[in-house]
C-alpha cells in the first residue's frame, strides 16, 4: 500500500482481556518496528523485525507482549492479560532497509484498558 | 546506551518568530540523527535527517546541524507559520542497532 496501515485506530478493551493490534506495511519494506507512545513521551522501541524474524524483541516490557510477522508482510502485536498501564498508542513502522534513513510510521492504534 | 534529550516544551511562538529547538545525543557509535514531526490528529512524520557529521537536515523551511563536538542537533525555523503548531521529536539511529530512540517531544503553538 502507499503507506502503513494500522488496524484498528482505537481499541477499548476491560483488563485482563487478549487483543491483537495489526500492522500492514508498505509493500517490500522488509525492516518493521513496533513502539509504544504514552501520553506525552516519545516513542518507545518494543521490538523490530526484519523479514519474517524478530531481530530484537528487546523493548518487549513483559511476556504478556509478544508480536509475529510470519509472511514477512503483515505484523500482529498480541498483549495478555491486559493491564490498565498498557493503555498508550501503539505504532508501527516501516523501512526499506534499516533505520538509518528513517521510518515511515502508521497512524497508530490507540489501546484503552478500563 | 544511546538516548536523546531535547528541550522541554511547551513552546508558544507569535507567527514569524525564529524557533529554536534543542536536541543533544548520547551515543556509543556514529548514529543518524532525525527530527519527527506530529501534526494534531496525525501520525509522526519524518521532518529532515542527517547521517553523519556536519551534514545539514533541512525540509520546509526547518533545518538542524549534526554537531558531533557538541553532540546537537538542534531544529531552526526562521519564520514560524501558524502551520507549524506540531509535537516535535529528535530521534537517533544506531548503525549497530536497529531501533530508532526517541526523545520526550516538545510542544509547539504558533499564534496568528
Known amino acids: 500500500g502507499a503507506g502503513v496501515s494500522q488496524t484498528p485506530s482505537n481499541k477499548v478493551t476491560e483488563k485482563g482481556k487478549y487483543v491483537e493490534l495489526r500492522c500492514d506495511p508498505i509493500?517490500?519494506?522488509?525492516?518493521l518496528y513496533w513502539y509504544r507512545q504514552s501520553l506525552g513521551q516519545g516513542p518507545e522501541f518494543l521490538i523490530y523485525?526484519?523479514?519474517?524474524?524478530?531481530?530484537?524483541d528487546s523493548g518487549l516490557p513483559n511476556d504478556r507482549f509478544f508480536a509475529v510477522r510470519p509472511e514477512g508482510s503483515v505484523s500482529t502485536l498480541k498483549i495478555q492479560r491486559t493491564e490498565r498501564g498498557d493503555s498508550a498508542v501503539y505504532l508501527c513502522?516501516?523501512?526499506?532497509?534499516?533505520?538509518?534513513?528513517?521510518?515511515?510510521f502508521g497512524s497508530g492504534t490507540r489501546l484503552t484498558v478500563v | 546506551g544511546n538516548s536523546v534529550t531535547q528541550m522541554e516544551g511547551p513552546v508558544t511562538l507569535s507567527e514569524e518568530a525564529f524557533l529554536t529547538i534543542n536536541c543533544t545525543y548520547t551515543?556509543?557509535?556514529?548514529?543518524?540523527l532525525f527530527w519527527y514531526v506530529q501534526y494534531p490528529g496525525e501520525g509522526l512524520q519524518l521532518l529532515l535527517k542527517a547521517t553523519k557529521a556536519d551534514d545539514k537536515g533541512s525540509n520546509k523551511g526547518f533545518e538542524a546541524t549534526y554537531r558531533k563536538e557538541t553532540t546537537s542537533f538542534h531544529l531552526e525555523k526562521g519564520s514560524v507559520q501558524v502551520s507549524d503548531s506540531a509535537v516535535y521529536f529528535c530521534a537517533l539511529s544506531d548503525h549497530n542497532n536497529n531501533d530508532m530512540r526517541f526523545g520526550a517531544g516538545t510542544r509547539l503553538t504558533v499564534k496568528p
Open positions: 509493500s517490500g519494506h522488509t525492516a
Open positions: 513502522a516501516s523501512s526499506a532497509s534499516d533505520s538509518n534513513y528513517g521510518y515511515t
Open positions: 551515543a556509543t557509535g556514529y548514529p543518524s
Open positions: 523485525f526484519q523479514g519474517t524474524g524478530a531481530a530484537d
